[in-house]
């Protein structure tokens, strides 16, 4: 039986997590039934292997099966692209990776450990998550890059190595406070580029073993474009990365190649898709 401060517990737990999970929180039409496991174990030293396995879930009690005995191995350092089209429950997969919900059959495993045995604080803290949606909250660029230490204390060269890495220290230094200005609200002072590298450093900064990105479909112009990409490579080297990919370019970045329709999940030969079979056609977007 849940005490009233368990569930309060497990409410801020689902809470925590950096400011592109909060958003992915805000987002969700219906609570989590089940959070708490009092038994519980923090990650530590984590390799990076996920495995959903035989996963189904729906939204609600009645809702339709958003994902059908899914099955997907992820194997630590592996890179592999989702692709599909709207609805097809992308989002929803990676919900359920940071336990915003949890599955309606079958499990999901880190590293062999099922995620429910994990503390949702400690899960969330090795699983780094760079949406479309780019969710900077009105602070300074170190607050906004260092979140992940903002309760115990920013480390500043940590800040610094990891905006150079994401390439915007160059604009950051420009500021008139560098990294002590303050962005405004929701990240106003920055273009759409800028913004992605900022939050491309606060994952270089979090420093997880498992990357989920989640790529813009807003255009950029070329040369933000490119920085943008040349950042996220760096960020993906030696971690295990799950990409929500709209783009060709991004695709070819995969080892595998997964089409998420329906519910279904199913593989697809990285050729096809130079080809432009499954419906992709051979240029830059995806439209599959
Ligand atoms: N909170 C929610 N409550 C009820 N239904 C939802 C909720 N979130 C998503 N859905 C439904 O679940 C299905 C899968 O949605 P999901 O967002 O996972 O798809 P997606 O592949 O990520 O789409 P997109 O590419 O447009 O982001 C859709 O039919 C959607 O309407």
């Known amino acids: ?3 009233l401060q368990d569930v309060g517990k497990a409410y801020n737990e689902l809470k925590q997590g950096e400011p592109a999970i909060q958003r992915l929180f805000s987002l969700t039409r219906f609570e989590p039934e089940e959070i708490v496991n009092p038994d519980a174990v923090d990650l530590d030293c984590v390799a990076g292997d996920v495995n959903y396995s035989n996963v189904s879930f ?6 339709p099966l958003v994902l ?3 099955d997907l ?9 989702l692709c599909g089209p709207s609805g097809g429950g992308k989002t929803t997969l990676v919900k359920l990776l940071l336990r915003l919900y949890d599955p309606l059959q079958g499990s999901i495993l880190i590293d062999g450990l099922d995620i429910r045995g994990i503390r949702i604080e400690s899960l969330r803290r090795n699983i780094g998550l760079v949406s479309q949606d780019t969710t900077l ?3 300074t660029v170190a607050e906004n890059i260092g979140y ?3 309760m115990t204390g920013i480390d500043m060269e940590r800040v610094k190595l990891s905006a150079r890495t994401a390439s915007a220290e160059g604009f950051i230094e420009a ?5 002590e200005t303050n962005v405004g609200p929701r990240g106003s002072i920055f273009s759409g580029g800028q913004k992605q590298r900022i939050a491309i450093a606060r994952a270089l900064y979090q420093d997880p073993s498992i990357l989920i990105l989640d790529e813009a479909t807003s255009a950029l112009d070329s040369k933000s474009e490119l920085l943008v990409r040349q950042a996220l490579q760096r960020l993906m080297q030696n971690r295990t990365v799950l990409v929500i990919a709209h783009r060709l370019e991004t695709v070819l970045m995969a080892e595998r190649v997964f089409l998420l329709e329906d519910g ?3 593989e697809v030969p990285r050729s096809s898709l130079l080809n432009g079979q499954n419906g992709a056609p051979a240029s830059t977007t995806l439209t599959i």
């Open 137 to 139: 909250f009105s602070g």
């Open 264 to 266: 279904y999940l199913r």
């Open 148 to 150: 992940r230490d903002r």
């Open 73 to 81: 191995h992820i194997k630590s350092g592996e890179i592999v692209a």
């Open 175 to 179: 500021l008139p406070l560098s990294y």
């Open 68 to 70: 059908k005995n899914m």
């Open 58 to 63: 729906r939204y609600g009690k009645n809702g």
């Open 1 to 3: 039986m849940w005490s």
